[in-house]
T-cell receptor, first 111, second 115 residues
């Protein structure tokens, strides 16, 4: 079975631009969570979706938004990019609260 | 609010030596507990997890962790470290109940292995 797939793996954006990151969960997993990991820090929770509904939102500005599609894949959108948004963005899928499988992440660099 | 503390930012050990990485949590009840490992530029790989029962949990790559309720700790151990174990290690806690189940991560411990 394929693991959690994230795309793209790397991208470079300019300040003020918009970015969309994508995540495909493990087959059968209905929950997707997004995390931001700044260099030298632990992952910080951004959003969790379950069955296409938002189940949780972390302490991030409204520039960050997400959605989950009927096939349980998910997109994370970030508007008006700032230099401080440069980070590794991780997606995790889960069947229930006892297991989270992470993708390899998308490395976003804002210049 | 739940929180996870990994008091050691960096740990340096010699190859073949034993290892213990510390993790303390603050939570209203015993949560689910996890240890993840992250190689540079990669995602997180689950090493082991504790839900209930036996407080000594075995994981992959020869790692184990012991849950101590009285100390709110879940320390990770390995009897003999290999050079390939050099990585970032994250402890995480997740709620056992409630509408959302969002794990909270510690800031991580960087393991350096000397030959």
């Amino acid at each position: 079975d394929a693991g959690v797939t994230q795309s793209p793996t790397h991208l470079i954006k300019t300040r003020g631009q918009h970015v969309t990151l994508r995540c495909s969960p493990i087959s059968g997993h209905k929950s997707v969570s997004w995390y931001q990991q700044v260099l030298g820090q632990g992952p910080q929770f951004i959003f969790q979706y379950y069955e296409k509904e938002e189940r949780g939102r972390g302490n991030f500005p409204d520039r960050f938004s997400a959605r989950q599609f009927p096939n349980y894949s998910s997109e994370l959108n970030v508007n008006a990019l700032l230099l401080g948004d440069s980070a590794l963005y991780l997606c995790a899928s889960s069947l229930d609260r006892r297991g989270y499988t992470f993708g390899s992440g998308t490395r976003l660099t804002v210049v | 609010a739940q929180s996870v503390t990994q008091p050691d930012i960096h740990i340096t050990v010699s190859e073949g030596a034993s290892l213990e990485l510390r993790c303390n949590y603050s939570y209203g009840a015993t949560p689910y507990l996890f240890w993840y490992v992250q190689s540079p530029g990669q995602g997180l790989q689950l090493l082991l997890k504790y839900f209930s029962g036996d407080t000594l949990v075995q994981g992959i790559k020869g790692f184990e962790a012991e849950f101590k309720r009285s100390q709110s700790s879940f320390n990770l151990r390995k009897p003999s470290v290999h050079w390939s174990d050099a990585a970032e290690y994250f402890c995480a806690v997740g709620p056992k109940s409630g509408g959302s189940y969002i794990p909270t991560f510690g800031r991580g411990t960087s393991l350096i292995v000397h030959p």
